[in-house]
Nanobody, 124 residues
Framework: QVQLVESGGGLVQAGGSLRLSCAASGRTFSMYAMGWFRQAPGKERDFVAAIKWSAGTTYYGDSVKGRFTISSDRVKNTVYLQMNSLKPEDTAVYYC?????????????????WGRGTQVTVSS
């Protein structure tokens, strides 16, 4: 089992920045990738960004490329999502997730463990 705790959400004006954190505990040695997804009311859960835990390779959804940056601290077993130039359409609950098997790194169904989520609200 892997436990995840997100933090860093909040309310920000359009154009502003936020940094989300996700701390993992438990069987962290089994992690293949960590990712961020988001879900707005009435919409599906969408891929935001992911990082392969050992290689450090990063992946981004098209809507956040150039604005968001995912990074990791392997000593702290923590992944971060730096969000810049935020837009009202970025408003959603952001979820951290862990994938323990190879493949489907941008697909929510591939992830095995999920945090409870943190709300990000961007006002216009």
């Amino acid at each position: 089992q892997v436990q995840l705790v997100e933090s860093g959400g909040g309310l920000v004006q359009a154009g502003g920045s936020l940094r989300l954190s996700c701390a993992a505990s438990g069987r962290t040695f089994s992690m293949y990738a960590m990712g961020w997804f988001r879900q707005a009311p009435g919409k599906e859960r969408d891929f935001v960004a992911a990082i392969k835990w050992s290689a450090g390779t990063t992946y981004y959804g098209d809507s956040v490329k150039g604005r968001f940056t995912i990074s990791s601290d392997r000593v702290k077993n923590t992944v971060y999502l730096q969000m810049n130039s935020l837009k009202p359409e970025d408003t959603a609950v952001y979820y951290c997730a862990v994938d323990v098997s190879i493949g489907g790194i941008t697909t929510a169904a591939s992830y095995d463990y999920w945090g409870r989520g943190t709300q990000v609200t961007v006002s216009s």
